[in-house]
């Protein structure tokens, strides 16, 4: 089972940043991906971003590649999503989430357990 809290929104203006954290709490993150997705209203939540906990191998949405940058830090159990050169289309709920699949999946069905979100709001 897998424990995760992300925090850090808040309110920007566009070609602003924002660094998000999502700390997890695991027996052990070694065989995991941890990922982010964002939801705007009325829409099923996309992928933004992932990372495997033992390689670090990442992925990226489209809409943020070049601009959002994924890291963790294994010795606090904490990833990170640095999101630089804010656009308003980046406004959303943001949800750190969980897989057991040991590649950095956009898939979010597979991805089992969540946090509650954490609200981005980018303001032009």
């Known amino acids: 089972q897998v424990q995760l809290v992300e925090s850090g929104g808040g309110l920007v203006q566009a070609g602003g940043s924002l660094r998000l954290s999502c700390a997890a709490s695991?027996?052990?993150?070694?065989?995991?991906?941890l990922g982010w997705f964002r939801q705007y209203p009325g829409k099923e939540r996309e992928f933004v971003s992932a990372?495997?906990?033992?390689?670090?191998?990442?992925n990226f949405a489209d809409s943020v590649r070049g601009r959002f940058t994924i890291s963790r830090d294994t010795a606090k159990n904490t990833m990170y999503l640095q999101m630089n050169d804010l656009k308003p289309e980046d406004t959303a709920v943001y949800f750190c989430?969980?897989?057991?699949?040991?590649?950095?999946?956009?898939?979010?069905?597979?991805?089992?357990?969540w946090g509650q979100g954490t609200q981005v709001s980018v303001s032009s």
């Open positions: 695991a027996r052990t993150l070694s065989a995991y991906t």
């Open positions: 989430a969980a897989t057991a699949v040991s590649i950095p999946t956009p898939r979010r069905e597979l991805y089992r357990n």
């Open positions: 990372i495997t906990w033992r390689g670090g191998n990442t």
